[in-house]
């Protein structure tokens, strides 16, 4: 099992451009989540999903949109990139909710000038 | 809403124990504990659920006492591999299906 997977690694992005972080896992969890951590900070819950189709809204979901059309896909969309989204993110999957432990993914690191 | 963690960074020499402590304002279902490393994904540690449970495994261990919605790790006799960023995160009964996060404690374990 490859786990959580994240693509890219490493993301530059101008102001106003947008761009889709991908996150993919293959254990069958029906919860993901995607979460933010800027330098020295911790993770921030921007948006999650409980099963194919179900998405809500974390703690800081301006500026973000996801979809889960499929278990194993979770993508973060960024709509109109700002310097403030300057961050990493990570995407999580666990097997039905935050009564389980997290797998987390290797992680995105964006820049936004 | 955000669980608070304290302290927010600790200083051992190997060998000594440290508590790291996780309290909320909200009644709980559950507590998450992980370690991060610089540069690296939190790794789980254990979850302690609405019940007032204790978990141990090795020379670390967790409370979680559901009276003060509080839980507390324990880190005995610690390791230089210990070092890293703890972060506690709670799922609140009032919003479930949220996990969220403290903003961590800085463990530094020196030779």
């Known amino acids: 099992n490859a786990g959580v997977t994240q693509t890219p690694k490493f993301q530059v992005l101008k102001t106003g451009q947008s761009m889709t972080l991908q996150c993919a896992q293959d254990m069958n969890h029906e919860y993901m989540s995607w979460y933010r951590q800027d330098p020295g900070m911790g993770l921030r819950l921007i948006h999650y999903s409980v099963g194919a189709g179900i998405t809500d809204q974390g703690e800081v979901p301006n500026g973000y949109n996801v979809s889960r059309s499929t278990t194993e896909d979770f993508p973060l969309r960024l709509l109109s990139a700002a310097p403030s989204q300057t961050s990493v993110y990570f995407c999580?999957?666990?097997?039905?909710?935050?009564?389980?432990?997290?797998?987390f993914g290797p992680g995105t690191r964006l820049t936004v000038t | 809403q955000q669980p608070v963690q304290s302290p927010q960074a600790v200083i051992l020499r190997e060998g000594e124990d440290a508590v790291i402590n996780c309290s909320s304002s909200k009644a709980l279902y559950s507590v998450h504990w992980y370690r991060q490393k610089h540069g690296e994904a939190p790794v789980f540690l254990m979850i302690?659920?609405?019940?007032?449970e204790q978990k141990g495994h090795d020379k670390i261990s967790a409370s979680f006492n559901e009276k003060k919605q509080q839980s507390s790790l324990y880190l005995t006799a610690s390791q230089l591999s210990y070092s890293g960023t703890y972060f506690c995160g709670t799922e609140q009964v009032d919003s479930s299906y949220k996990l969220i996060f403290g903003s961590g404690t800085r463990l530094l374990v020196r030779p």
């Open positions: 302690l659920l609405k019940g007032g």
């Open positions: 999580a999957s666990s097997k039905t909710g935050p009564a389980y432990e997290q797998y």
